[in-house]
């Protein structure tokens, strides 16, 4: 028989084990989430871009059963629209997640001006065999050392020059353009090369930039260019050059990642997977062979369109070699024969 005074020892000891080990499983307490966790974009939804954002922070909610909320800045408003700053916030606190272009980021990281090296992808297939081979886990693992968690690649795209002038063929056709460039100092090397005058600036301030003929041109891919209606603020001629393409990260902040209970991390890391694909294919809708509705719709509007041979585009990659080696040397010279490697084999 039990006396009433070793029910309550028994009860006691009980409850005393349940709060030793309360401590143990608290990662796993929905009282350490964040009500809502903050994603950063530079373009909105009615872009590829946007909508890949979008798309992760919808899976990441159904994978997790709400337990993670997101809700998405774009426009970089979480960093008053500096998006070369967008990295730093991420390290800092100010951002939780980010779909970032390299471009973007590379200001701070430098080996991701490799993508941005003058004709080094000569086509999609070549992108991708950097993004999804080794190269492409080289720079995860390096940023995976800068405080971010880096779990899937997307896309914004070949990026393409237009302006308000004239059809562009030869370098010689943008001397003395003022074209707006973005990011990293590359940029302006490589215009500076062609005989351009470069200007830098962000996302935000380049429409207006077009709008009042601030800037003759821009370099931005195909699906932003038909996204922005870039050719309702005087970008009439767009040629097909193909010089550099930046691919999109998708990164959680460690330290918000780290406050996930396992399961929540691989919920999160294949809604990314998922939401990624999802967005390469909306960046290439309408661009590749077989299906080239997007230019067509962009030359629907009265948009000359040039496509280089590739005669003429060796006269641009030998008026921009300069440059490619040079920036060879910051990105890093091994990581750089590894992409070319990774390329000529693809
Ligand atoms: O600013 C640009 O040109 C954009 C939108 O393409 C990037 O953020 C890299």
Same mark, same amino acid.
């Not at 070793?6 to 009282?31: E, M, N, Q, W, Y």
């Not at 000569?122 to 992108?127: S, T």
């Given at each position: 028989?039990?006396?009433?005074?070793?029910?309550?020892?028994?009860?006691?000891? +009980?409850?005393?084990?349940?709060?030793?080990?309360?401590?143990?499983?608290?990662?796993?307490?929905?009282?350490?989430?964040?009500?809502?966790?903050?994603?950063?974009?530079?373009?909105?939804?009615?872009?590829? $871009?946007?909508?890949?954002? /979008?798309?992760?922070?919808?899976?990441?909610?159904?994978? +997790?059963?709400?337990?993670?909320?997101?809700?998405?800045?774009?426009?970089?408003?979480? *960093?008053?629209?500096?998006?070369?700053?967008?990295?730093?916030?991420?390290?800092?606190?100010?951002?939780?997640?980010?779909?970032?272009?390299?471009? =973007?980021?590379?200001?701070?990281?430098? &080996?991701? =001006?490799?993508?941005?090296?003058?004709?080094?992808?000569?086509?999609?297939?070549?992108? @991708?065999?950097?993004?999804?081979?080794?190269?492409?886990? @080289?720079?995860? +693992?390096?940023?995976?050392?800068?405080? %971010?968690?880096?779990? !899937? $690649?997307?896309?914004?795209?070949?990026?393409?020059?237009?302006?308000? /002038?004239?059809? %562009?063929?030869?370098?010689?056709?943008?001397?003395?353009?003022?074209?707006?460039?973005?990011?990293?100092?590359?940029?302006?090397?490589?215009?500076?090369?062609?005989?351009?005058?470069?200007?830098?600036?962000?996302?935000?301030?380049?429409?207006?930039?077009?709008?009042?003929?601030?800037?003759?041109?821009?370099?931005?891919?195909?699906?932003?260019?038909?996204?922005?209606?870039?050719? +309702?603020?005087?970008?009439?001629?767009?040629?097909? $050059?193909?010089?550099?393409? @930046?691919?999109?990260?998708?990164? *959680?902040?460690?330290?918000?990642?780290?406050? $996930?209970?396992?399961?929540?991390?691989?919920?999160?890391?294949?809604?990314?997977? &998922?939401?990624?694909?999802? &967005?390469?294919?909306?960046?290439?809708?309408?661009?590749?062979?077989? =299906?080239?509705?997007?230019?067509?719709?962009?030359?629907?509007?009265?948009?000359?369109?040039?496509?280089? =041979?590739?005669?003429?585009?060796?006269?641009?990659?030998?008026?921009?070699?300069?440059?490619?080696?040079?920036?060879?040397?910051?990105?890093?010279?091994?990581?750089?024969?590894?992409?070319? @490697?990774?390329? !000529?084999?693809?």
């Amino acid at each position: 028989m039990m006396t009433v005074e070793k029910i309550f020892h028994r009860l006691l000891k +009980t409850l005393l084990v349940l709060a030793a080990l309360a401590p143990a499983f608290s990662p796993a307490l929905a009282g350490d989430y964040k009500e809502e966790y903050r994603l950063s974009t530079v373009l909105p939804d009615s872009f590829p $871009w946007g909508q890949g954002g /979008k798309r992760w922070a919808e899976l990441i909610r159904e994978k +997790t059963q709400g337990r993670i909320t997101v809700k998405m800045y774009p426009g970089a408003s979480l *960093v008053g629209g500096d998006q070369t700053k967008e990295f730093t916030a991420l390290r800092q606190g100010t951002i939780d997640l980010a779909v970032g272009s390299t471009i =973007n980021w590379s200001p701070q990281v430098k &080996e991701l =001006n490799l993508f941005a090296l003058p004709f080094l992808m000569p086509d999609h297939r070549a992108l @991708d065999a950097l993004t999804h081979g080794a190269v492409g886990q @080289d720079l995860f +693992t390096l940023l995976a050392g800068k405080d %971010v968690v880096p779990l !899937a $690649w997307g896309e914004n795209g070949f990026r393409e020059i237009s302006n308000s /002038k004239h059809p %562009v063929t030869t370098p010689d056709d943008v001397k003395g353009m003022k074209i707006r460039v973005v990011g990293s100092p590359l940029f302006i090397d490589t215009m500076t090369a062609l005989g351009a005058n470069p200007v830098q600036m962000s996302w935000a301030d380049a429409q207006p930039a077009m709008a009042t003929s601030a800037v003759d041109g821009q370099e931005n891919p195909l699906s932003v260019f038909s996204a922005a209606k870039l050719y +309702t603020i005087n970008q009439k001629y767009l040629t097909l $050059w193909g010089y550099v393409a @930046d691919p999109l990260i998708f990164v *959680v902040a460690k330290s918000v990642w780290e406050s $996930w209970s396992s399961e929540d991390q691989q919920a999160v890391r294949a809604a990314a997977l &998922e939401a990624a694909s999802e &967005e390469v294919a909306l960046a290439r809708n309408g661009i590749m062979a077989g =299906n080239e509705s997007l230019l067509t719709a962009i030359a629907g509007n009265g948009v000359t369109i040039t496509r280089l =041979n590739d005669e003429q585009k060796e006269a641009f990659r030998k008026a921009t070699r300069a440059v490619f080696e040079k920036w060879a040397k910051t990105v890093g010279e091994p990581l750089v024969s590894k992409a070319e @490697d990774a390329i !000529a084999k693809r």
